[in-house]
């Protein structure tokens, strides 16, 4: 399975913007990639995933390499709420049976007031 | 309501106890998830049931037994565990167990076990 690399931890100001850093080298063709993040003392919950083109909601937006080997999730203004644990996942699309999401190690957000 | 419950919010059990987790939901979806969080680590799958039938067991040891009595419910038994089984268990649902459906997370069961 492919595996996605992020930065242990990052630091941002409150109302800046935040680009928070996956790569996956070895993604395939049928990998979606997902973003989700974790709250302290919460489960995680779901934040935005894209195949190749770029994508926004409410919460973010995902901007995602031409080769898509690496991809930016965009926090557009921090908050303190948004302080967490950001985890990039690739799900193969197309493989018969349940979903399997694979949490790699995540990045710990911290946002400064 | 796109919330998942889990009873209870801490449990202490010794080596020797019997004991349940709960995860309720009631938003319709047909695929329930129970993961295991070390402290500082991701959460990682233990299993999936779809439909009701248990669909992966992520070679989970038998001590950790889950049941998936209705569409709305999931419980994890447990029995003999040991110290090292100390985790945050969350519970998570999704409509269906698809590729790209959005798994949603309930707040987790802390337990220790002394």
């Known amino acids: 399975d492919a595996k996605t690399t992020q930065p242990n931890s990052m630091e941002s100001n409150e109302e800046e913007p935040v680009h928070l850093p996956c790569n996956h080298s070895t993604i395939s063709g049928t990998d979606y990639i997902h973003w989700y993040r974790q709250l302290p003392s919460q489960g995680p919950e779901y934040v935005i995933h894209g195949l190749t083109s770029n994508v926004n909601n409410r919460m973010a937006s995902l901007a995602i390499a031409e080769d898509r080997k690496s991809s930016t999730l965009i926090l557009h203004r921090a908050t303190l709420r948004d302080a967490a644990v950001y985890y990039c996942?690739?799900?193969?699309?197309?493989?018969?049976?349940?979903?399997?999401?694979?949490f790699g190690q995540g990045t710990r957000l911290t946002i400064n007031p | 309501d796109t919330e998942v419950t889990q009873t209870p919010k801490h449990l202490v059990m010794g080596m020797t106890n019997k004991k349940s987790l709960k995860c309720e939901q009631h938003?319709?979806?047909?695929?329930m998830y129970w993961y295991k969080q070390k402290a500082k680590k991701p959460p990682e799958l233990m299993f999936v049931y779809s439909y009701e039938k248990l669909s992966i067991n992520e070679s989970v040891p038998s001590r950790f037994s889950p049941e998936c009595p209705n569409s709305s419910l999931l419980n994890l038994h447990l029995h003999a565990l040991q110290p090292e089984d100390s985790a945050l268990y969350l519970c998570?649902?999704?409509?269906?167990?698809?590729?790209?459906?959005?798994?949603?997370f309930g707040p987790g069961t802390r337990l220790t076990v002394l």
């Open positions: 998570a649902s999704s409509h269906r167990s698809g590729a790209l459906d959005t798994q949603y």
């Open positions: 996942i690739l799900e193969k699309v197309g493989s018969p049976g349940a979903q399997k999401l694979v």
């Open positions: 938003m319709g979806h047909r695929a």
